[in-house]
């Protein structure tokens, strides 16, 4: 019914909070000594947070299967990233990931979030739900480029001028917002501060199997189109 919403903070218990404040620790101080370049850093080990990233997948999955899939999930992706100052380009124009729609991802705030610091920004409809794209990636039997790539800058603007807008994410640290992965959606540059963030991907299974494994859960070090199915692997 929208492809766009806010996790609600009673989903999480203490020890999702002390996860979130560990994990924002360690990304902070590899960010803070890292020489990296670029309009979005990439955090390299997303095992070094194996024990948060559990902690915060315990919570996180079950509302999900419970609250929108009714079937078994399991991670497929994990992105930690610090958004950078820089011109609009890549992530930060409207897009949409053009993968098949049973896809979510789930962005999670390291730190405090504000207007300032680059919130996460999707497009909602009049009514308020967030605004689909159509998916031309449905399957491996069909896995195709959207016709005029999934950069939709030019769609957008025509559909602000019909009443739809822009719609930024605001929230404190451990503050979590799920979304369809074809919801039209941007970063916003940094003006001031910094925003670290987990990112999230979940993707159905028909047998129930560990929430997280390198077997089948990637990062930055595979291209983010979507992975075998684990039993195939």
Not at 2 to 29: C, E, H, L, M, W
Not at 91 to 108: A, F, G, M, R, T
Not at 118 to 129: H, I, T, V
Request: aromatic share 12%; with cysteine.
């Amino acid at each position: 019914d929208d492809p766009t919403r806010p996790i609600p903070t009673d989903t999480f218990g203490p020890d999702y909070n002390q996860a979130i404040d560990s994990a924002a620790q360690k990304v902070f101080g590899y960010f803070s000594e890292s020489n990296e370049q670029g309009i979005m850093l990439q955090y390299p080990d997303i095992w070094s947070l194996k024990k948060e990233l559990e902690t915060i997948c315990s919570h996180l999955v079950p509302h999900l299967e419970e609250t929108m899939y009714g079937c078994h999930l399991y991670v497929d992706k994990v992105y930690v990233y610090r958004t950078t100052k820089c011109e609009r380009d890549s992530s930060y124009i409207w897009h949409y990931d053009n993968n098949p729609d049973v896809i979510v991802k789930n962005i999670i705030y390291l730190n405090d979030v504000t207007h300032e610091n680059s919130p996460f920004e999707y497009l909602s409809k009049p009514d308020g739900r967030g605004y689909m794209f159509k998916a031309f990636r449905t399957g491996p039997d069909k896995w195709e480029n959207a016709p005029n790539g999934s950069r939709v800058n030019k769609e957008v603007e025509s559909l602000i001028t019909q009443g739809h807008k822009g719609t930024k994410v605001i929230g404190d640290q451990g503050s979590a917002f799920t979304f369809n992965n074809n919801a039209a959606h941007r970063a916003n540059p940094i003006i001031e501060g910094y925003r670290d963030v987990i990112n999230i991907r979940v993707k159905p299974t028909i047998k129930k199997i560990a929430l997280l494994n390198p077997k089948y859960t990637s990062s930055f070090e595979k291209q983010g189109v979507v992975d075998c199915d684990p039993d195939k692997i």
